[in-house]
């Protein structure tokens, strides 16, 4: 495969449910990102992972967990979510140097 | 502040016509990259065009040109020849040390 993935695509849970995403990327990147986009607001950057160490936490809240295991795979655990997490998650990643970011096809995420 | 303001939510075209979306941007950085992004309803969000702040010169991919205007903080997407799987939101933003968007503009394309 090529480009960035993310697994499952659709993903249904209740608010007790612990579930996880995954992203992978197969670009040779060095720096990864998940996004939050809800509807007619902007991109939300959630998590940034460079050289697999995070550098930025944009003031998520505790139930998102960010891991990443290596330069290729970036993972999103979830556990006791609320509604409003609802949302498309993408996972993006970059050269650390490089300014253009490539985005996975993202994860539709319902939270009854 | 940082920000990126896409003052179209929609824009329509009809196919083989052209369209300009507006973009301006407000960063005190003088470095940094412009881009414009595309997603289609398939939700996979795929660069469409780039700009370095310090080129003057503006991009251009086949049928995508910008507008580039530094001074101004401007920063429109022309669509030539437009085709019906260019119907898709449109997304602006420019990257400093990390990536801002615009809120987006939803573009039709008619037959």
């Known amino acids: 495969e090529t480009g960035v993935t993310q697994t499952p695509r659709h993903l249904v849970m209740g608010m007790t449910n612990k579930k996880s995403l995954k992203c992978e990327q197969h670009?040779?990147?060095?720096?990864m990102y998940w996004y939050k986009q809800s509807a007619k607001k902007p991109l939300e950057l959630m998590f940034v992972?460079?050289?697999?160490?995070?550098?930025e936490n944009n003031s998520v809240p505790s139930r998102f967990s960010p891991e990443c295991p290596n330069s290729s795979h970036l993972f999103l655990h979830l556990h006791t979510l609320q509604p409003e997490d609802s949302a498309l998650y993408l996972c993006?990643?970059?050269?650390?140097?490089?300014?253009?970011?490539?985005f996975g096809p993202g994860t539709r995420l319902t939270v009854l | 502040a940082q920000t990126v303001t896409q003052s179209q939510p929609e824009m329509s075209v009809q196919e083989a016509e052209t369209v300009t979306l507006s973009c301006t941007y407000d960063?005190?950085?003088?470095?940094?990259?412009l881009f414009w992004y595309k997603q289609p309803p398939s939700r996979q969000m795929i660069l469409v065009i780039r700009?370095?702040?310090?080129?003057?010169q503006n991009a251009t991919e086949n049928r995508f040109s910008v507008n580039f205007q530094k001074a101004a903080k401007s920063f429109s997407l022309k669509i030539s020849d437009s085709q019906l799987g260019d119907a898709a939101m449109y997304f602006c933003?420019?990257?400093?040390?990390?990536?801002?968007f615009g809120t987006g503009t939803r573009l039709q394309v008619f037959p």
């Open positions: 993006a990643s970059s050269q650390v140097s490089g300014r253009e970011q490539f």
């Open positions: 670009l040779g990147h060095n720096a």
């Open positions: 992972y460079s050289l697999e160490e995070r550098v």
């Open positions: 960063t005190s950085e003088s470095d940094y990259y």
């Open positions: 700009q370095e702040a310090y080129k003057q």
């Open positions: 933003g420019f990257n400093t040390d990390k990536l801002i």
